[in-house]
């Protein structure tokens, strides 16, 4: 399932929020990279989290390029 935010952007309901720091209150899919990768790297608490939405965007970047040598 999906809602819109108020800048019109689709979103899952399900996506998981930050809640500290300079990024609390946005969705996970939303923090920049460099971010994520500090999560893991100092072993924070909620690293998974951090790890879980790396891998999502490492995938979404391989089956792009996928797709586009198929055609």
């Given amino acids: ?19 500290f720091g300079l990024h609390s209150g946005e969705p996970y ?4 990279a460099s971010f994520l990768n500090w999560m893991v790297a100092t072993g924070h608490a909620k690293q998974a989290l951090a790890k879980d939405e790396l891998t999502r965007r490492h ?3 391989c089956d792009s390029r996928m797709k586009s040598k198929v055609q």
């Fill in 59 to 61: 995938n979404a970047v």
């Fill in 1 to 19: 399932m999906t809602t819109t935010d108020h800048q019109g952007h689709t979103m899952e309901i399900n996506q998981p929020i930050c809640d």
């Fill in 29 to 32: 899919c939303k923090l920049p």
